[in-house]
Nanobody
Framework: QVQLVESGGGLVQAGGSLRLSCAASGLTVSRSAMGWFRQAPGKEREFVAC???????YYADSVKGRFTIDRDNAKNTVYLQMSSLKAEDTAVYSC?????????????????????WGQGTQVTVSS
């Protein structure tokens, strides 16, 4: 049974930083593309960042230069380091995993390209 458990969300002032974690069980993060998505109230879920099996990363334009995704294979955990946070970053952030042994260099950006999802963690940025 695959589980993705996010943690690290919270309330932060604009300009601050947070680090989100996504601990995986039932799958190996290095064998899947791993992504972060977010959904703000009244808005559709949107892509934030992903890391391919090869280790390459891709970011939404809105977070490029401020967010960093990385992976700790030993801990089977994916992280999202968020800096220079803005009020518009306020959302529920969810971790997602693609299929095991998928495209080695793939950096999927669409929700339908992911097979497993976590429950999400709330990030609130006060202005």
């Amino acid at each position: 049974q695959v589980q993705l458990v996010e943690s690290g969300g919270g309330l932060v002032q604009a300009g601050g930083s947070l680090r989100l974690s996504c601990a995986a069980s039932g799958l190996t993060v290095s064998r899947s593309a791993m992504g972060w998505f977010r959904q703000a109230p009244g808005k559709e879920r949107e892509f934030v960042a992903c890391v391919s099996r090869a280790g390459g990363s891709y970011y939404a334009d809105s977070v490029k230069g401020r967010f960093t995704i990385d992976r700790d294979n030993a801990k089977n955990t994916v992280y999202l380091q968020m800096s220079s946070l803005k009020a518009e970053d306020t959302a529920v952030y969810s971790c997602a995993a693609g299929s095991q042994y998928g495209n080695y260099y793939g950096t999927p950006k669409l929700s339908r390209e992911y097979d497993y999802w976590g429950q999400g963690t709330q990030v609130t940025v006060s202005s």
